[in-house]
């Protein structure tokens, strides 16, 4: 369903797939439906759902994704005509969220986004709760025999466990935001410098990860690598070592009650040394996404981090765009994540706009971490414990 025109669906459910694909899914098929509002029992029209039906069985898709948020009746109706799962776009960015999640307390707005989620849909969800509610609750999480008061039926029962754990959680993100900003300035005297690719989802910001620690580009660190998929471990062509992380993604008309969970997973953009603001030089109108994700850098206090705007796929980009934002944006740098058109120029800028203070700890302390980083790469060999180890 879709209210705006035909190109505004055409770029959501664009995203959408794209998004689709972030979570892991492989996307089949699209569909759209133009009507003055959502169909108040299976969001789409009858009809509609059933050539969805039809589109599920040919294909023998296991889940259909909406584009917009289905009221917890909705998802269950259109459950029914189609026979299996459907996600709408919150759940969707939700399951995003969760897997970018890398400290604490963005676990924590993550879970009590999904709770808050999910409290209404219960009934919906039925058997899978207990998997789902239970999940970080240190053991126990089973089934509900035995937690079960006396009269209370399955839901109430869920539906109370939720709600405590909710509050658990609120419990424990009042003492995180105290602690953070201790934890800030620990950051800020780290030796090794980090790097944060942000920007809106299908900007390309997972290729250029890829391509610029594949290859031998940026030398990449195994041992990192397994500790956090979306953290590498990097270093300049002059041997200064960084992380090189990838965040989640903006997106188009997120779910309002994503904020703070989308924020939160974005923290790591305000502790970060340097911000990769990739930018999809192909979209029709890159300034306007460009402006967008610097007002979310303004919220979370991310401005004064030093920024390199960087317009990828220029393989496929519009020349006039290209030049206005070349007037705009002096200092930009124009990469093809997919050709590897321009990366060599990136490496440099990147490089020249690393902070200083990697220069000077290489300088002072001949073992700091980054040249420890060097060392491993250079022998072949696992140092994990100076790895791990974080406090010096
Ligand atoms: P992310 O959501 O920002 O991580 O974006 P991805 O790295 O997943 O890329 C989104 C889409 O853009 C994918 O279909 C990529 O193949 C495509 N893409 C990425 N870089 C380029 C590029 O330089 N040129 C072109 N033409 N497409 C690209």
New binding site residues.
Partial sequence: WTRGNQTDADNSLTELA?LA??AGALVLEGLTQRRSKPDPATYVGKGKAAELRDIVEATGADTVICDGELTPGQLRQLEDVVKVKVVDRTALILDIFAQHASSSEGKAQVELAQLNYLLPRLRGWGDSLSRQAGGSGGGGAGGGVGLRGPGETKIETDRRRINDKMAKLRRQLAHMRTARDVKKDVRRTREVPSVAIA??????????LNRLTGAGVLVENALFATLDPTVRQARTPDGRGFTLS?TV?FVRHLPHQLVEAFRSTLEEVADSDLILH?V?G?HPDPESQISAVREVFAEIEAVDVPELIVV?????ADPDTLKTLRTRYPDLVE?????GEGVPELVTALAEALPELAKEVHALVPYSRGDLVAKVHEEGRILSEEHTGEGT
């Fill in positions: 794209a694909e972030t920007g809106y989802t299908n900007a390309g910001k997972s290729s250029l990838d993604g990739v999809d192909s990828n796929k220029v393989d496929a990469v093809s994540a997919r050709t």
